[in-house]
């Protein structure tokens, strides 16, 4: 009788072990589920927790819930002036409807593919429609909204829901990268030179004009200097002339002395004649008597 009760508990548990994980089964948070009942969609589920489907007949797919990523190659494409950028662009979006998910595309793998197809012609198309210097400046964000809403109807048919549309990269080919940073280059430095030329402009204009005050300032000082000195002139030729005119034979004696002083300081000789005015005071003191009343020793 027990040998009987293990076999049936051993049965028991394995029949337990097959049939267990065909009757229940676990969808966690990050999930999305269908429940297929030979490739008719008998339940979606969207919430986590412990189900319940007929064995052997229900079949559970799982799908991601979280964002994905559309991640196309970098593409060369032909803007509306008839030039090339390199546009290296992504798109995150989600499973929204996984029951016409799985009728439309049926994998991730392709769901991605359609995705990221989608995504690039719509990309080749705006990028179209606008100029080279337009879509790396100032338009860049109106493209990857343009983007954006032009496929979110096209991939709502695949069951998807894109959140957003993001350009990584845009540059120039490699073939004319090189001339265009060459050009860059060159009116940068233009712009540089200029700048240079109008502050030199500039300098030289405010040292002309600092020169200009400086000479003005000294040409003043100049010509107060020389009218105070032409006064205190005329004032002591004034005052001179008033000393001579009061006792002009005092100022000859005077000069004659001076004469004498820088002629025997220099130890030099002088050759006069005897009858010049010079020997006035030198031959006797008479002269100086009677003309001062007063006796030289």
Do not use: C
Not at 77 to 98: E, F, M, Q, W
Not at 188 to 201: F, Q
Not at 207 to 231: F, H, L, M, N, Y
Not at 234 to 255: G, H, L, N
């Amino acid at each position: 009788m027990i040998k009987v009760l293990a076999i049936t508990l051993i049965l028991l548990a394995v029949v337990a072990g097959i049939v267990g994980p065909q009757l229940f089964f676990v969808v966690d948070e990050k999930q999305l589920a269908i429940v297929t009942r030979f490739g008719q969609v008998r339940q979606s589920i969207r919430s986590p927790g412990l189900y319940v489907k007929t064995p052997f007949i229900d079949t559970a797919t799982y799908f991601d819930k979280r964002l994905l990523i559309f991640d196309s190659p970098a593409e060369s494409l032909l803007t509306k002036d008839k030039k090339r950028l390199i546009i290296d662009v992504y798109a995150r979006g989600r499973i929204d409807n996984p029951v016409l998910f799985r009728e439309t595309v049926q994998t991730e793998i392709q769901g991605r593919s359609r995705a990221e197809s989608i995504i690039a012609s719509e990309l080749r198309r705006e990028i179209a429609s606008d100029n080279q210097a337009e879509i790396i400046t100032t338009k860049r964000e109106d493209i990857m909204n343009r983007v954006r809403d032009n496929v979110r109807p096209k991939l709502s048919e695949f069951g998807l829901d894109i959140i957003d549309v993001r350009i990584k990269r845009a540059d120039f080919p490699a073939e004319i990268a090189e001339s265009v940073y060459a050009r860059m280059q060159a009116e940068r430095k233009r712009k540089a030179d200029k700048e240079r030329a109008e502050g030199a402009e500039i300098d030289a204009e405010v040292r002309a004009s600092v020169d200009k005050d400086a000479a003005i300032i000294r040409a003043t000082a100049q010509k107060q200097a020389d009218i105070t000195r032409g006064e205190g002139e005329a004032q002591a030729i004034q005052i001179f002339a008033e000393a001579i005119s009061a006792d002009p034979e005092f100022y000859a004696f005077q000069r004659s002395l001076e004469a004498y002083r820088k002629i025997f300081e220099s130890n030099s000789t002088v050759v006069l004649p005897a009858d010049s005015d010079l020997f006035e005071f030198l031959q006797s003191g008479d002269g100086i008597k009677d003309r001062f009343g007063t006796e030289t020793p």
